[in-house]
């Protein structure tokens, strides 16, 4: 096939929540996509159709599970091979588990490891050469977490803030072919998990009164700053964008 005459992204983890933002953020502004999902086919097939039903022959689904180190070079390979281009990585994709010291797992680190840091590295790699052809950018999604810890959960902290030090380090050695840069969300949508509680509520109520903003982000907020990244911060590479509504800056 052709190159494509629209810039290309691929976007990991795209089937759901921010992935699925970022997508339709970025088809809305002109982009061909690859989207990743590795569980998510319910949520992704919907998506897809969506977006093609707006501009026929736009996107590309990806199934793999990004643990699988064989299949990181492959996405890029997939994308380039449909569309003939890429401009841009979105390494949204991210494993979120409690990790309680003295209970933490080789196997929990490993994967944790491996969806945070391991697969936007590798994929970054793989991705390079197309993306200098381009022009391109990278955006990474980071955590707030990375600089600040968040109690019973290391590991994943830790993995986020490696993440944060391949931003800095990919913007280093791509330079000046390619950008780097990452987002750091604060509370825009709360974690899956089991039923919320009296207590849950009375956690994120405090989490929202040590917000100086008041408010949880929202999706499109955060599709829009991956968005500005990648089109016009043509002078900014390295850079951690905190969307937090000011949380880092209380005690």
């Known amino acids: 096939m052709s190159a494509s005459s629209r810039p290309v992204a691929l976007v990991t983890g795209a089937a759901r929540r921010l992935g699925a933002a970022i997508a339709r953020g970025l088809h809305a502004h002109g982009y061909d996509l690859a989207l ?5 086919a319910a949520d992704m097939q919907p998506l897809a159709a969506a977006l093609e039903a707006a501009r026929s022959g736009s996107v590309l689904t990806l199934q793999a ?3 699988e180190f064989d299949r990181l070079p492959e996405l890029v390979a997939r994308t380039v091979g449909r569309f003939g281009r890429l401009d841009a990585l979105v390494n949204n994709a991210s494993g979120f588990q409690p990790t309680p010291l003295g209970e933490v797992t080789p196997a929990q680190w490993d994967a944790l490891f491996a969806s945070n840091a391991r697969a936007p590295f590798f994929l970054a790699q793989a991705a390079a050469p197309h993306l200098a052809a381009a022009r391109g950018a990278i955006v990474n999604m980071v955590d707030i977490h990375a600089e600040r810890p968040l109690r019973d959960h290391a590991v994943y902290s830790m993995a986020k803030a490696a993440l944060v030090m391949a931003t800095r380090s990919l913007a280093l050695e791509l330079a000046p072919d390619v950008r780097v840069n990452a987002i750091a969300p604060g509370a825009i949508l709360w974690p899956e998990l089991p039923a919320s509680d009296a207590d849950d509520a009375a956690r994120r109520a ?4 040590r917000t100086p903003l008041g408010r949880t982000g929202t999706p499109e907020e955060v599709a829009e700053a991956v968005r500005w990244l990648l089109r016009e911060a043509s002078y900014c590479t390295g850079q951690v964008l905190r969307l937090d509504g000011g949380r880092l800056l209380e005690a």
Do not use: E, W
């Not at 990743?36 to 998510?40: D, E, K, L, M, W």
């Not at 405090?206 to 009164?209: E, I, Y």
């Open 36 to 40: 990743h999902y590795r569980h998510s």
């Open 65 to 67: 599970d990004l643990a």
């Open 206 to 209: 405090a989490l929202l009164a």
